[in-house]
């Protein structure tokens, strides 16, 4: 693979909605759900894979969730692949197309990719088997109708279970091209964090890497290191209930039975700044102590697992989701660290720890793209221990 070099700039990315669904239809019809499929364009560094759009059951609902692989151009002529799940993240205007960019740069590194919409979003079912009072409870949410369009994690983790079930089994196309025991998952926030909860083996356990973006989380709620339970935006109001889907949830992640174990090696890229949502200032008076965006990090550290954090310079929540106002090159450098990760942990490449490593990405600098606010770290056992990556990179000169 060749890396591009370019300069980094981060521009507003998103903009998050919530939408207010009209009364429940009596039987399910696929392609209901609230938002259009939001097709997005290739770029140069991420074009010349080969896909096929797909659909499968809900586990939770058996409503019919949208989804599409990719794969290098000639999957069919491979053996196992690596692969991985991406999962988009909440607010009633992402579907799968907002993290596509990432299942498109895996695919031309050789994994296959497989992006998912959530039940009532995009092209999903709105409405599975059962309308919601004949549902039983969520995983961790008492009621998984609430706060329609299905903006609670339970859907986003279903999404993502859903999506692992289906590419792990006989409906497959590309099955006999998926290595089973070399599956990650990755997502944008409430994506981010079903991609957590699905390395626990508690709640499923097949996933064997993880990359989180904004960020990486210890508990189903959010913990201090995510952008909804930080600050006054983030604790309560649009933000949290945007970004979070339950204004409540934040006191309810108190209970333990909310905690998510590490497991797998995980890698959190974060925003900058205490809001984390858009309308913060990265990096400004309402960041928060250095270590915050570590919370899960050091998690993982105390478990002795793999793991890295990075908390990128000047970039909101938003700008995680591909749009029509998206920086390439900051998305470039998102799915290079995504790509290098599940390179070392699913491929075990050793070659990609010199990137996950190096002082530069694409010829921008660690110390211009990592937020001076908040620390970066990266631990590999045995390899590598850095507290403070950007004042380690600074110091190298």
Not at 138 to 164: H, I, K, T, W
Request: with cysteine; aromatic share 8%; proline share 7%.
């Amino acid at each position: 693979m060749s890396w591009r070099v370019a300069t980094y700039a981060a521009v507003t990315a998103m903009l998050a909605s919530t939408v207010v669904l009209a009364a429940a239809e009596p039987a399910p019809v696929q392609g209901t759900g609230l938002v259009v499929k939001d097709s997005q364009p290739d770029y140069a560094w991420n074009s010349g894979y080969a896909s096929q759009a797909v659909s499968f059951p809900s586990r939770r609902s058996g409503a019919v969730l949208a989804g599409t692989l990719y794969g290098p151009k000639n999957v069919t002529a491979l053996g196992k692949l690596s692969a991985v799940v991406v999962i988009p993240p909440s607010g009633g205007a992402a579907t799968q197309g907002s993290v596509s960019y990432l299942a498109k740069f895996l695919a031309l590194d050789g994994f296959v990719g497989l992006t998912v919409d959530p039940q009532g979003i995009g092209d999903s079912d709105t409405f599975g088997d059962n309308v919601c009072g004949d549902m039983q409870p969520g995983r961790a949410n008492p009621e998984p109708c609430d706060n329609v369009p299905y903006q609670q994690m339970d859907n986003f983790f279903d999404a993502g279970q859903s999506a692992l079930d289906f590419l792990l089994g006989p409906a497959n196309p590309w099955r006999s091209h998926v290595n089973p025991h070399e599956v990650g998952a990755t997502g944008h926030s409430e994506g981010a964090r079903a991609a957590t909860y699905l390395q626990d083996p508690r709640f499923d356990g097949r996933v064997r890497a993880v990359v989180a973006l904004d960020n990486l989380t210890t508990n189903y709620c959010g913990d201090q290191g995510t952008p909804s339970n930080e600050g006054p935006g983030g604790s309560s109001g649009l933000q949290n209930a945007v970004i979070n889907g339950e204004p409540d949830c934040l006191t309810q992640g108190d209970d333990p039975a909310y905690d998510v174990a590490a497991a797998a090696p995980a890698l959190g890229l974060a925003s900058d700044g205490a809001g984390g949502f858009g309308q913060d200032a990265p990096g400004g008076a309402t960041a928060g102590p250095p270590e915050e965006k570590k919370t899960a990090f050091l998690a993982w550290l105390a478990a002795r697992l793999p793991a890295m954090e990075l908390v990128l310079a000047g970039v909101n929540h938003n700008q995680f989701a591909q749009s029509s106002t998206s920086n390439d090159t900051l998305l470039h450098e998102i799915a290079l660290y995504t790509d290098a990760w599940f390179d070392r942990w699913l491929k075990h490449d050793d070659d990609a720890t010199t990137v996950l490593t190096a002082c530069s990405v694409l010829g921008t600098a660690l110390t211009t793209l990592l937020s001076s606010s908040y620390h970066s770290a990266i631990y590999l056992p045995h390899q590598t221990d850095i507290e403070d990556l950007r004042a380690a990179c600074a110091a190298t000169g």
